[in-house]
Each structure stands twice: as structure tokens, then as C-alpha cells.
């Protein structure tokens, strides 16, 4: 199972972006999934997570009404949309999967596979 992340880029504060995690090797429908973000020196922190069928989400507070999580099956996809972005959300995010479908979990160590990163910076 391979996890490819896209999307990242340079912003301004207030903007967005959408991130896209593609899986190979396995179907989406799967996993559960969920996206990290991680600034150097600091561990890696949950920012939301779906489960295999996206009829259940959770968010972490950081980032509640701004960022939200979604996933199409059909094209092994999953996706985060960023709105309203603060110099704060500058990080690398990776996207994870886990083998329990219906995991929403928060932990890193709740998930079997890993992206490579995408790098977000926002500027202010």
C-alpha cells in the first residue's frame, strides 16, 4: 500500500487549499484515513480523520470550521479542504491510513501507512 499526498503549496493568510491523498495497492474503501501536520521539533498532530465511508468525520478543535475531511472511494481519494488559513497551519501534513475502517483515531500510532508529506506554508 502506497500513500501519495499533493496539493501543498505557498498562501496568504485567509486563503485555501485543498490537498488530495491518493492510495494504491489496496482500495480506499479499506481504511480509515486521516490527515497530520508537523512543524520541525514538534510531534506530529491529528487534524482530522474519516472513516471508510465518510459518513463519519472528526476534526480536531485547531482547526473546527475551517478545515474539513472527505473522501471519494471510487477514485481512491481522499481530501482535505483548508479555508481560512492562519500562519499557524504552516506545516508538513501527511495523510495516513488505517487497517480498521472504522477508525477515527487521533493518535499516529492508530494508523499502518504513511504518506510522504506535503508542505504548506502561509504567509501573513
Known amino acids: 500500500v502506497q500513500l501519495q499526498a499533493s496539493g501543498g503549496g505557498l498562501v496568504q493568510v485567509g486563503g485555501s487549499l485543498r490537498l488530495s491523498c491518493t492510495i494504491s495497492?489496496?482500495?480506499?474503501?479499506?481504511?480509515?484515513m486521516a490527515w497530520f501536520r508537523q512543524t520541525s521539533g514538534k510531534e506530529r498532530e491529528f487534524v482530522a480523520a474519516?472513516?471508510?465511508?465518510?459518513?463519519?468525520?472528526s476534526t480536531a478543535d485547531s482547526v473546527k470550521g475551517r478545515f474539513s475531511i472527505s473522501r471519494d472511494n471510487a477514485k481512491n481519494t481522499v481530501y482535505l479542504q483548508m479555508n481560512g488559513l492562519k500562519p499557524e497551519d504552516t506545516a508538513a501534513y501527511y495523510c495516513?491510513?488505517?487497517?480498521?475502517?472504522?477508525?477515527?483515531?487521533?493518535?499516529?500510532?492508530?494508523?499502518?501507512?504513511w504518506g510522504q508529506g506535503t508542505l504548506v506554508t502561509v504567509s501573513s
Open positions: 495516513a491510513a488505517s487497517s480498521h475502517p472504522y477508525s477515527r483515531s487521533s493518535t499516529p500510532s492508530g494508523y499502518d501507512y
Open positions: 495497492g489496496r482500495p480506499l474503501s479499506s481504511y480509515g
Open positions: 474519516t472513516v471508510w465511508s465518510g459518513t463519519m468525520t
